[in-house]
Nanobody, 123 residues
Framework: QVQLVESGGGLVQAGGSLRLSCAASGRTLSRSAMGWFRQAPGKEREFVAVIDWSGGSTYYAGSVKGRFTIFRDQAKNTVLLQMNSLKPEDTAVYYC????????????????WGQGTQVTVSS
């Protein structure tokens, strides 16, 4: 079993930055792809970014490309999401997720989920 715990959310002004962290415990995630998703009120959960097990390959949603960076710290079994140039439309609950396999942007491919962390961007 795998447990994922997100942290780092909060309130920030537009144009600011936040770094989200997802700490994994339980089974090792060294061979897993890790993704970040988000869900705004009244909207479906959507893909944000994903990184492969090696950390050498990433993929981003068009809405965040160039502003967000996903990376992982294998030694700490952690995946991070650096968010810069934040916009009010980035406001959402952010979830990290893990799957044993290749990268995927589909939330249905992920077996493990964290509880989420709130990000609020004020205008």
């Amino acid at each position: 079993q795998v447990q994922l715990v997100e942290s780092g959310g909060g309130l920030v002004q537009a144009g600011g930055s936040l770094r989200l962290s997802c700490a994994a415990s339980g089974r090792t995630l060294s061979r897993s792809a890790m993704g970040w998703f988000r869900q705004a009120p009244g909207k479906e959960r959507e893909f944000v970014a994903v990184i492969d097990w090696s950390g050498g390959s990433t993929y981003y949603a068009g809405s965040v490309k160039g502003r967000f960076t996903i990376f992982r710290d294998q030694a700490k079994n952690t995946v991070l999401l650096q968010m810069n140039s934040l916009k009010p439309e980035d406001t959402a609950v952010y979830y990290c997720a893990a799957r044993y396999g290749s990268k995927s942007s589909s939330l249905y491919d992920y077996e493990y989920w964290g509880q989420g962390t709130q990000v609020t961007v004020s205008s």
